[in-house]
């Protein structure tokens, strides 16, 4: 089983790419695209989505691809979001699953930083989503496999502005998509982001080892 944790606000083929690749690649019955509830890391530097609403936008992006499941643990545990807390819910769920925790290159690079990393890596086979000609550098106490996958410049960011500015979303983001962010009134009124009060390299947390989320 793969936990591929994310913001997901919004959700798109970039996400979607990156678990399918993942999933192909280490034959998993199973990867979990899982909705980060607080992401303590990102807080201050922006509005966040409510999670209900992601958590809703990622159900409808994986709707119709199997080996998808969008994942609610973090939402229902509540509070900030780790992934070593994740993967204790996860092997309690699915008793016997050999787990794997997704992450993007940039988030491994600076795995010294993550909340109770070593405890990811002791719970779960590390997985790191690597871009063509972009190698990763990790520490040599830390087990990782390496999976490439391709390069999609697609970012959650970009997406907000482009819902309100207007700009077209086609092929960026998939229609299920789409029809709950329409249907909800989501990023309508999306504030400009604000530096962040923390450190831009303190990531760790299932959001902090994320893909663009």
């Known amino acids: 089983m793969g936990l591929f944790g994310g913001t997901f606000d919004p959700p798109h083929v970039g996400h979607l790419v ?125 087990p990782w496999i390496r999976v490439e996958v391709p390069r999609l410049e697609v970012s959650s960011t970009d997406l907000r502005s482009r819902f309100t500015d207007g700009r077209p979303l086609d092929y960026l983001v998939t229609e299920p998509v789409l029809d709950v962010i329409r249907s909800r009134g989501l990023y309508q009124d999306a504030p400009p982001s604000v530096p962040s009060p923390r450190s831009s390299s303190s990531s760790s947390s299932s959001s902090s080892s994320r893909v663009a989320g």
Not at 39 to 45: I, L, N, R, S, V
Not at 129 to 141: I, N, T, W
């Open 18 to 142: 990156t678990a399918v690749n993942v999933r192909h690649a280490l034959d998993l019955d199973l990867v979990v695209m899982m909705v980060a509830n607080v992401p303590w890391q990102k807080e201050g530097t922006r509005r966040i989505t409510a999670p209900l609403d992601r958590l809703a936008m990622v159900e409808a992006a994986v709707a119709e691809v199997p080996g998808l499941v969008a994942g609610a643990a973090e939402i229902e545990l509540g509070g900030p979001s780790y992934t070593a807390d994740t993967l204790v819910t996860l092997a309690a769920a699915y008793p016997g699953a050999e787990l794997f925790t997704i992450v993007g290159d940039d988030a491994a690079a600076g795995i010294g930083t993550w909340e109770r990393y070593r405890e990811v890596v002791e719970r779960s086979a590390l997985v790191v989503v690597d871009r063509p000609g972009g190698p990763v550098e990790l520490p040599d106490d830390v």
